[in-house]
């Protein structure tokens, strides 16, 4: 099931019933929002001309057998309990390529949906040009990204951009059903991300887990100095994890979180300088070489309760 972002379906629809498809699309915005989602079910509609089924729920499984539809993500690799995602390598897209050269068996046309294409090495990117400089009549590309600045700009200018958006909580929350006696909490912890509210559903331990960083959230606005530097030092132990919480805590901090009364223009401007000291922590951790437990101790010592 596909939930939010229904001017993107009725776009995308309109595509298909005027036969005005691009050869390329570039599906791109906050992760857990339904990119891959609603590729697989454009994907699905393109190839056999019908309308967008928004509201089915056929396994993954299901939509891979359908000829003519192909499908390139990333592998992952575990180590222990943290799980890698590998680099798509260019004998993927070589293999895609050839795909693409023959003519739809059943379909239409053939649609190639790229999961993650951020992944792809420069030289699979490189690859992957070639195709979107010469497209072919009968087939349709698709590559979903929460990172597109890290695809070449060459190719980001020969795809059609689809900027997904957060949910409504009222959506998230009718997705959910009232009667759940945690609907309103799975909503909160859900970010406006139907990806995650599905997981928080059906997964009891990471429900708690995502109630451990709200809770670790509220500590680390109004504890004492030992404290901060120990949850500094439990979430550098995963930089992964510690990247979603901090985004957690964003999400929460623009949500008026955090417990603090006073003058709602100093309570806004120190929220704001709160949430982009997290956002430039973010951006140490994922894109240089800082040591997280430092990024994080220096962080949590400048956040005080005046934030909130």
């Not at 050869?23 to 915005?29: I, R, V």
């Not at 499908?71 to 992952?76: D, H, K, L, T, V």
């Not at 132990?237 to 623009?254: P, T």
Request: hydrophobic residues 35%.
């Amino acid at each position: 099931m596909f939930i939010g972002n229904q001017k993107i379906v009725s776009r995308l629809q309109k595509a298909i019933s005027r036969n005005t498809l691009s050869h390329a699309y570039l599906f791109t915005g906050p992760e857990h929002v339904g990119k891959l989602t609603l590729a697989r079910k454009f994907a699905k509609s393109v190839i056999f001309g019908s309308e967008i089924d928004v509201c089915s729920s056929a396994p993954l499984s299901d939509e891979r057998q359908i000829f003519d539809l192909m499908m390139i993500e990333p592998e992952r690799e575990k180590k222990g309990e943290t799980v890698r995602e590998k680099n798509i390598p260019v004998e993927k897209i070589r293999q895609a390529q050839k795909d693409l050269s023959l003519f739809p068996l059943r379909g239409k046309r053939k649609v190639l949906i790229i999961s993650q294409a951020e992944k792809l090495t420069p030289e699979s990117q490189n690859a992957l040009l070639k195709t979107l400089e010469e497209p072919n009549p009968t087939s349709v590309i698709i590559l979903t990204s929460n990172n597109p600045e890290r695809l070449l700009p060459t190719i980001r200018s020969r795809c059609q951009r689809i900027l997904f958006s957060l949910v409504d909580d009222g959506e998230i929350h009718r997705s959910i059903g009232a009667k759940k006696t945690n609907a309103e909490e799975i909503t909160l912890l859900s970010m406006g991300r139907p990806g995650i509210s599905r997981m928080l559903e059906e997964n009891k331990k990471e429900f708690e887990k995502h109630k451990q960083i709200r809770f670790l959230f509220q500590e680390a606005l109004h504890s004492g100095v030992n404290r901060k530097l120990e949850i500094a030092e439990n979430l550098s132990k995963d930089a992964q994890r510690a990247v979603s919480a901090l985004e957690m805590w964003i999400w929460f901090l623009r949500r008026g979180e955090g417990g603090e009364k006073g003058h709602s223009g100093q309570k806004t401007q120190s929220c704001f300088g709160a949430i982009e000291k997290i956002e430039i922590s973010i951006q140490l951790i994922t894109q240089s070489n800082a040591n997280t437990r430092l990024v994080l101790e220096n962080l949590l010592l400048d956040l005080s309760s005046s934030a909130a």
